[in-house]
């Protein structure tokens, strides 16, 4: 089993920047990538960003490239999304995703439905 917990979340003016956290407890000896989705209202859960916590590999949806950056820490089990340049479009519900991958394989996806563990969420609201 392994616990996500998302912090960093918040209200800010377009224009503005924020920085998720993800930290992940549990079983995260083996490979795996996080993964960074949003879910605004009455919208379906979309993808953000992932990042391959062996080799650091990225993947970013074509919305928030150049604005949004995704990072690790494998000391603290714990990846980052730093968020620039915001727009009111992207408030959302912030959720983190874990997703077992291959040993030394630089695999991410964009795909929710292959991450195994999610976490509760956290909102962020940007204000025009």
């Known amino acids: 089993q392994v616990q996500l917990v998302e912090s960093g979340g918040g209200l800010v003016q377009a224009g503005g920047s924020l920085r998720l956290s993800c930290a992940a407890s549990?079983?995260?000896?083996?490979?795996?990538?996080m993964g960074w989705f949003r879910q605004a209202p009455g919208k379906e859960r979309e993808f953000v960003a992932a990042?391959?916590?062996?080799?650091?590999?990225?993947r970013y949806a074509d919305s928030v490239k150049g604005r949004f950056t995704i990072s690790r820490d494998n000391a603290k089990n714990t990846a980052y999304l730093q968020m620039n340049s915001l727009k009111p479009e992207d408030t959302a519900v912030y959720y983190c995703?874990?997703?077992?991958?291959?040993?030394?394989?630089?695999?991410?996806?964009?795909?929710?439905?292959?991450?195994?563990?999610w976490g509760p969420g956290t909102q962020v609201t940007v204000s025009s």
């Open positions: 549990g079983r995260t000896f083996s490979n795996y990538a």
């Open positions: 995703a874990f997703d077992w991958v291959l040993t030394k394989s630089s695999y991410t996806t964009p795909n929710l439905g292959e991450y195994d563990y």
């Open positions: 990042i391959n916590m062996y080799d650091g590999s990225t």
